[in-house]
């Protein structure tokens, strides 16, 4: 412990909690009641995508929707721009 550590300013660690918290419920009410191959699925479809096009983890998004009666797949796919490589 150094004589000047008075000196900094010491950082909330209750707020800093309680972000971290609000992250986490925000990420679990996005997937309630969302079935459990989700996850699964999205992985496999990054799995086969990755044998074509070179994209990221976070590129493919799988989520389930409500349509009225119907609950709809909505899948996402962010796709690199090759226009940008080539000269």
Known sequence: M???DFLK??????SIAKER???I?????????????LPLLQ?????V???YVSVDVDAVKVEMAKDGD???LDISVAL???RAASP
């Open 70 to 72: 119907h609950d709809v």
């Open 25 to 37: 419920v925000a990420q679990e009410r996005t997937h309630r009641g969302a079935p459990d191959y």
């Open 80 to 82: 690199p721009d090759d």
């Open 43 to 47: 992985r496999e479809l990054l799995e």
């Open 2 to 4: 150094s004589l000047f």
């Open 9 to 14: 300013p010491k950082k909330n660690t209750a």
């Open 21 to 23: 918290l609000r992250i």
């Open 49 to 51: 995508i990755r044998k």
